[in-house]
């Protein structure tokens, strides 16, 4: 998975519960999925590379996480007709041993934002699968779309990354729009900050995401995890 405060007002306290925020909307009756696996935005571009490699640390352990486009679809259903989103492996490995495997499903709307629309998680320990815990998919498990990315995302906005009561529900806001950002010796240019918040565990960490490339950084709790290099297609 891609990873995975407080209410001035009741007008923004409505949007969030809808799952999203001003500047990222939610579904509507104009929203279309004419090239779904054409992944272009401008701060998520999915389909840009064909593999993204991160490494850190977190809360002392070792962390790597290796991210591929697989040449499979997977099919949802949105108001009547089948869409395809793409397929995002993520691997990751704790102090050298494979942790958790995950199939990211998602799909870019025609007005540029990108939705999170599932995922199945394998869970491993000492090299076997344990569970499969934090899997869902829309349609089945929600009737929220998640929104990975808005089309022109701003400071302030927000959305859910994913709503799905019971298994997950993450809500995103930008917090801060960057200059520039030195990442393991390179310098990326144009850059937001989402803060995400894991509910209702309040759990929150923090991601950059550089224009051109997508996400450069994450912070979570007690640790830091950054973009090694990506393989174009």
């Known amino acids: 998975m891609l990873r995975k405060m407080s209410l001035v007002c009741a007008g923004i306290a409505a949007v969030l519960a809808a799952g999203v925020g001003a500047g990222a909307a939610a579904p509507a009756e104009t929203t279309r999925f004419s090239q779904p696996r054409q992944i272009d935005n401008p701060y998520l571009p999915l389909t840009r590379f064909s ?20 040449d499979r679809t997977m099919p949802f259903e949105f108001r009547g007709r089948t869409v395809r989103a793409i397929v995002i492996e993520d691997r990751a490995f704790s102090d050298g041993e494979l942790a958790e495997r995950t199939l990211d499903y998602f799909a870019q709307a025609d007005d540029g ?4 629309v599932g995922e199945d998680v394998d869970n491993y320990r ?12 829309y349609g089945r498990d ?27 529900v993450e809500s995103d806001r930008v917090v801060d729009r960057l200059a520039r950002v030195r990442v393991r010796g390179k310098t990326y240019r144009d850059v937001i900050r989402v803060r995400e918040r894991l509910h209702p565990q309040g759990e929150t960490e923090h991601k950059l995401y550089a224009r051109g490339t ?9 640790g830091q995890v950054d973009l090694v290099g990506c393989s174009r297609r």
């Open 51 to 70: 593999r993204c490699e991160l490494r850190g640390q977190e809360e002392g352990t070792r962390e790597r996480v290796v991210r591929r486009l697989l």
């Open 142 to 168: 929600t009737s929220k779309l998640g929104v990975a990315m808005p089309a022109r995302p701003q400071v302030g906005d927000r959305w859910r990354f994913e709503d799905v009561p019971g298994i997950t």
């Open 126 to 137: 000492n090299g076997r699968v344990v569970n499969h815990e934090g899997s869902w998919m």
């Open 214 to 222: 997508g996400l450069i950084r994450e912070r979570p709790p007690g």
């Open 113 to 116: 934002t990108v939705y999170y």
